[in-house]
């Protein structure tokens, strides 16, 4: 080491001596390993056989190091990895809780499902131009903000899955995508930019940037501090990103407009990284501001949850109510999130994780239902039951499920939630779950008496199969929400402690600063 | 210092803001660009506003004067900088490809994503 000249008790007060374990190196391994595999698919762009045959192994491996990390977590509780070895506060630190681990897991696999079904809905001209670096790039951007420490790092990674995200929605660069991209681009920006503008603030009011750190000194700060309007504006920016109500106009104006897996991916991850930023900052960073904003926040979830069962009801693309389904999905985590409790919390976290396997889950049927009738529009739609049976009864369970229907994934969490909002007498936000959840059945099953019941006008219907690129995904991803649906308890004991873990983060502080949070 | 810098930190949001209510997006981008340098100099001022010292270690000291820059500040800035500049060339040719194909910069008449006259869904089989 180049060191030799700096006494070693100089040297322990400012780096980490003892060699990292080597499972705790799993930490970093999600981002590095998307990153990696972005860059080597980069340079072997023209190389389109080579292109399918490296992603899918690469994404299968991620699910695998992202299975391994949840369970370190789950043996070992919170585990931090400081980048150059320096001490935390200084050195930017990963910082692994339960929470991130079961989000980072629920990404890993819809990349899988994702990567799969883009071989048969990503052309070759779309591969050339480089859809699985993309893709790579962005779900190492994901699964980046959901595992760092650091506040200004969690902007950084914002950034990092931003960029591809547009690089992904433009592929084809067709009219309409341009029309919904230059929307998309511009409001996200501007939404990050609100984040980073956050960031500024807290440090001028902590001079730190580590989460542990801020967490610790959040109660010591005393009354000077302006942290009702630095927490306003974060509440403000990670709302834009996961559109809640006043600004989600820019969802339905652009998730319909990409390729089917690119629009599925985008509703399945991108939101829920708004979301859980806002969890991470407002729950564990702030709980006494996130409590006084609670109502606020309360309301913006039951209008965000209305107007998005509303918005899917009038429309008659399935695309475009899919992607007001997105919409209320957000209200209804935001409505725990509003509660604060225990109990709540964990529905939040569990109905996250659902709804990014379901969200994709239904974008990939649209998909299908769009290639085998030949449209996305209701008016056109028709016949899909009798084509194929297989493909309607996946819909039913998918429709089921996003609607909140027992024995599937979205039965539990809003159960949980509405139990909790009625104990704690918020009777407004159990009633407007329980009515969104009516409008979004109707809406579903409107869909498919419409598209799927319902015989063409010229009476003849050719059968249809799903391709494996089509089924497999669809079918894994169905069949991962019945499986939660009839045996929740194992995520359901997970999401609880990981809630009071988030509640409650003394493992996490412990994790960072083993001798205790520096005092300067 | 850190009071004259704020005011002026101010009038940058002023005015971004009030370019990025513009309907043209070509307004709205200038709006973005004026953004993107507002918050950077809010970053500086939120590392306080010191000129007496490089933050540089001197020979035979191992820590910083106490009257040195901060240089934290200063390294989230190249960061932000670096991210939007980049971003805002990405969206001036994602403006200008716009405008080749849809012959606007008018956002009330980009309106090919969501149609205005999309019919509601049907009633009834």
């Known amino acids: ?520 | 210092m850190e009071g004259f810098m704020a005011v002026v930190v101010g009038i940058f949001f002023t005015v971004a803001i009030y370019l990025m209510l513009s309907q043209y997006i070509i307004r709205i981008l200038l709006g973005v660009a004026i953004l993107g340098n507002a918050v950077n100099m809010l970053l500086f001022v939120a590392g306080r506003v010191t000129r007496e010292a490089p933050p540089i270690i001197g020979k035979g000291a191992d820590m910083l004067p106490a009257t040195a820059a901060n240089p934290l500040p200063q390294a989230l800035i190249l960061t932000a900088i670096v991210i939007s500049f980049s971003f805002f060339a990405f969206l001036l040719v994602l403006a200008y490809r716009a405008y080749q194909t849809l012959k606007t910069d008018d956002t009330h008449q980009m309106r090919l994503a969501e149609p205005e006259d999309a019919p509601p869904p049907p009633l009834g089989y």
């Open chain 1, 1 to 520: 080491m180049a060191a030799s000249s700096i006494p070693l008790e100089a040297l322990e007060k400012s780096m980490v001596l003892a060699p990292v374990p080597a499972e705790h190196w799993l930490v970093i391994a999600p981002p590095v390993w998307c990153m990696l595999v972005g860059a080597i698919l980069i340079m072997v762009r023209k190389r389109m056989g080579l292109q399918s045959w490296l992603s899918i192994p690469a994404l299968g491996g991620l699910v695998l190091i992202d299975a391994a990390l949840l369970a370190v977590v789950i043996r070992e509780g919170p585990i931090t990895m400081v980048m150059g070895r320096w001490l935390p506060p200084f050195g930017i630190a990963f910082t692994v809780d339960l929470t991130g681990a079961l989000f980072n897991l629920a990404c890993g696999i819809a990349a899988l499902a994702g990567g799969i079904a883009a071989l048969g809905d990503i052309d070759r001209t779309r591969r050339t131009y480089g859809f699985f670096p993309f893709l790579f790039l962005m779900v190492g951007g994901v699964s980046g903000a959901f595992l760092t420490g650091d506040i200004f790092n969690l902007y950084v990674w914002f950034e990092v899955l931003l960029i591809s995200s547009f690089g992904l929605l433009i592929l084809g660069s067709e009219r309409e995508q341009l029309d919904g991209a230059t929307k998309y681009a511009i409001l996200n920006l501007i939404g990050t930019t609100l984040f980073l503008i956050a960031v500024g603030i807290l440090y001028a009011v902590f001079g730190t940037l580590n989460m542990a750190d801020i967490a610790a000194k959040a109660p010591t700060l005393g009354h000077d501090a302006p942290m009702m309007t630095l927490s306003l504006v974060f509440i403000a920016a990670f709302m834009m990103k996961a559109a809640a109500f006043p600004v989600n106009f820019w969802l339905p104006a652009s998730y319909h407009t990409p390729r089917i897996v690119v629009a599925g991916l985008f509703a399945g991850l991108l939101t829920k990284v708004g979301v859980y930023a806002l969890i991470r900052v407002m729950v564990m960073m702030f709980p006494e501001e996130g409590n006084a904003y609670s109502i606020v926040i309360g309301v913006v979830a039951v209008l965000t949850m209305l107007t998005g069962s509303l918005g899917a009801i009038a429309q008659s693309d399935i695309r475009r109510m899919l992607g007001y389904m997105v919409i209320t999905g957000i209200g209804i985590i935001l409505s725990g999130v509003a509660l604060g409790a225990q109990t709540a919390i964990s529905g939040a976290l569990f109905y996250s994780l659902h709804s990014m396997i379901v969200m994709l889950a239904l974008y990939l049927m649209a998909g299908i239902a769009g290639r085998m009738g030949g449209s996305f529009s209701l008016h056109e739609l028709s016949g899909l039951y009798a084509k194929s049976p297989l493909f309607a009864a996946l819909t039913l369970a998918l429709f089921f499920s996003v609607s909140g229907l027992p024995p599937f994934s979205g039965f539990w969490p809003k159960a949980m939630l509405v139990k909790a909002a009625f104990d704690f007498g918020a009777w407004w936000q159990g009633a407007a779950i329980l009515v969104s959840g009516l409008l979004t059945t109707i809406a579903a099953t409107r869909a498919f008496a419409l598209g799927w019941w319902r015989m063409p006008a010229s009476g003849a219907v050719v059968p249809a199969r799903m391709t494996a690129a089509e089924l497999i995904p669809l079918a894994g991803l169905t069949l991962l929400s019945v499986g939660v649906g009839i045996y929740p308890e194992p995520l359901l004991a997970l999401a609880q402690t990981a809630a009071s873990g988030l509640l409650e983060p003394v493992a996490y502080l412990h994790s960072v600063f083993p001798s205790g949070v520096p005092t300067p």
